[in-house]
């Protein structure tokens, strides 16, 4: 299985500050399992963020300070591995 996702450009605050706009990025993530066909068992292992995508959240500037943001970013790329039995 994998998946795909596509933002387009956004604010990430409102207040019209440019350091704050977020460009486009994409990410895709996959699966892969194996198990019988009764689903008594699976083994999976999986990734998110495959290309290990840097990109913003949250962003707001400080209002007192000359040009410092603060930034929120999304999780990195993550392979985990998962386990399932059914009795």
Do not use: C, H
């Not at 959240?57 to 000359?66: D, I, K, N």
Request: zero cysteines.
């Amino acid at each position: 299985q994998a998946d795909a996702k596509w933002q387009i450009s956004q604010k990430l605050n409102l207040i019209d500050y440019p350091a704050t706009l977020q460009p486009s990025y994409g990410l895709v993530t996959g699966r892969l399992s194996v198990g019988p066909a009764d689903k008594r068992w699976e083994a999976a292992v999986y990734v998110q963020n495959i290309a290990n995508q840097g990109y913003r959240v949250a962003a707001a500037p400080f209002v007192t300070t000359s040009g410092a943001i603060i930034e929120i970013y999304g999780p990195p790329r993550l392979v985990g591995v998962s386990l399932m039995a059914q009795f």
